[in-house]
């Protein structure tokens, strides 16, 4: 995969692209500290990935993604920002991902990680975009996007969507390993919920969180060992 640095702090660029360049088989094909040349970059070159800075002379970091959107080419953003404000923006924009500065090592390899884990996924997406539940003694094919969370039981998993219940004959680990390159996160050791499900997010005791989901009478917790990622991910 091809991507592009778009960041006026040098020490910055720097930084990522160690982690770029150590940890992952992304292509850095060009790095820029002005917005407005990353856009005449953008518009006549063909990438996958732009790491872009919010705080941006000229043209902030926003600016420049709702433009780029325009353009309907297949690649991802993902905001690299000391800013936490400007998350919910980030996820209107259907963002790849958004990392706080200073950067956090895991934090790094994990999106990293998960945009090789996408690119793979999209070499196979025949294989990737559904998979296969148990109803019963029924083998039925659920499209991974409709799964609203997973619950471990035992040896097996309960996997929800919006209306129905399956299972499949995995533990809960290695279920999220299987449907990892989508929009979900292992909230606590025995759930997985699907980010793009979220309606509300509810303070609970120790300073953790339980999760409300779109159109479901149920609450999600997030474990004290994830919430610092789950605060990552949802801006808070």
Do not use: Q
Request: proline share 2%.
């Amino acid at each position: 995969m091809r991507c592009i640095i778009v960041d006026d702090e040098s020490p910055s660029r720097e930084e990522l692209k160690y982690f770029i360049n150590n940890f992952s088989s992304i292509e850095i094909v060009e790095e820029f500290d002005d917005s407005l040349e990353a856009l005449n970059f953008i518009e006549s070159n063909d990438i996958d990935i732009v790491f872009l800075d919010i705080n941006m002379p000229k043209l902030d970091g926003v600016c420049l993604a709702r433009v780029i959107n325009k353009f309907n080419k297949d690649f991802k953003i993902v905001f690299i920002t000391a800013y936490k404000e400007h998350a919910i923006e980030a996820f209107e924009l259907e963002a790849f991902d958004y990392i706080l500065k200073p950067y956090s090592e895991e934090r790094i390899l994990t999106t990293l990680k998960k945009i090789e884990r996408l690119e793979n996924c999209e070499e196979k997406k025949y294989i990737c975009d559904r998979v296969t539940l148990l109803k019963g003694e029924k083998m039925i094919v659920v499209n991974i996007d409709d799964i609203y969370y997973c619950k471990s039981s035992e040896r097996e998993t309960l996997v929800y969507t919006k209306d129905k219940e399956y299972t499949v004959n995995m533990s809960i680990s290695e279920f999220y390993n299987k449907i990892s390159g989508y929009n979900f996160f292992k909230s606590h050791r025995s759930y997985i919920l699907n980010i793009d499900k979220i309606e509300e997010i509810i303070p609970w005791f120790n300073n953790t969180y339980n999760v409300k989901l779109k159109k479901l009478d149920i609450e999600i917790p997030v474990s004290r060992k994830n919430i610092k990622e789950f605060k990552h991910i949802m801006g808070i």
